[in-house]
């Protein structure tokens, strides 16, 4: 089944302890992003990458990190997480075969920082 | 910069009854457009997208759009909901000469079916 898969689901943590979200996707797309999902602010863009050791910035990358060392993993990464990183994150990928712009989406991780 | 306005946070409606979910984007360039649904706990499912050609989009579950350039809008219809229509829907927009693919997203409107 094609999907892009996200662990852990749900993650409480404290301030300032280094954390990991891992993200896979089994279509070869070249294309992943992160967003982070905010009450009454939609979906913003975290990081993307588009292809292996490609990745940049997009509307929200502070306090962020990211790595694409493979094509289907693209790890988001907390160095010293802080209290507003509390959120609903979400990985996507996309082909350019199909559009970059239509990405497919995993089912989110949920983020309390205590 | 390209921006999204879904003009409504919530919308109740009964079973049965039409829906129309309106967004509205702002961009001085062509856009390709995108409605998302999201069911509870769950990720975000491309519900239909127009890149280009017609105006009228059909889309899965029985949900259409129609593309209006010149009132810059791309709302969202369906006939007759369902409870199973309970979701809250994201209209997204890009710009397909951007290079990195992001999606502009709008913040939402939840759908409330009720019976």
């Known amino acids: 089944e094609a999907q892009v898969t996200q662990n852990p689901r749900y993650l409480i943590t404290v301030t300032g302890k280094k954390l990991t979200v891992t993200c896979s996707q089994n279509?070869?797309?070249?294309?992943m992003s992160w967003y982070r999902q905010d009450p009454g602010l939609g979906l913003r863009q975290i990081y993307y990458?588009?292809?292996?050791?490609?990745?940049d910035k997009g509307d929200v990358p502070e306090g962020y990190k990211v790595s694409r060392k493979e094509k289907r993993n693209f790890p988001l990464i907390l160095e010293s997480p802080s209290p507003n990183q509390t959120s609903l994150y979400f990985c996507?990928?996309?082909?350019?075969?199909?559009?970059?712009?239509?990405?497919?989406f995993g089912p989110g991780t949920r983020l309390t920082v205590l | 910069a390209q921006s999204v306005t879904q003009l409504d946070s919530q919308v109740p409606v009964f079973e049965e009854a039409p829906v129309e979910l309106r967004c509205n984007y702002s961009?001085?360039?062509?856009?390709?457009l995108f409605w998302y649904v999201q069911y509870p706990n769950q990720g975000l499912q491309l519900l239909l997208k127009?890149?280009?050609?017609?105006?009228l989009v059909k889309g899965i579950n029985g949900f259409e759009a129609e593309f209006n350039k010149s009132q810059t809008s791309f709302h969202l219809r369906k006939p007759s909901v369902h409870i199973s229509d309970t979701a809250e829907y994201f209209c997204a927009v890009s710009d397909p000469g951007g290079s990195q693919g992001n999606l502009i997203f709008g913040k939402g409107t939840k759908l409330s079916v009720k019976p």
């Open positions: 961009s001085s360039v062509s856009v390709y």
């Open positions: 996507a990928s996309s082909s350019s075969l199909e559009g970059t712009d239509t990405q497919y």
């Open positions: 990458s588009m292809n292996v050791e490609v990745t």
């Open positions: 127009y890149l280009s050609g017609s105006t």
């Open positions: 279509m070869n797309h070249e294309y």
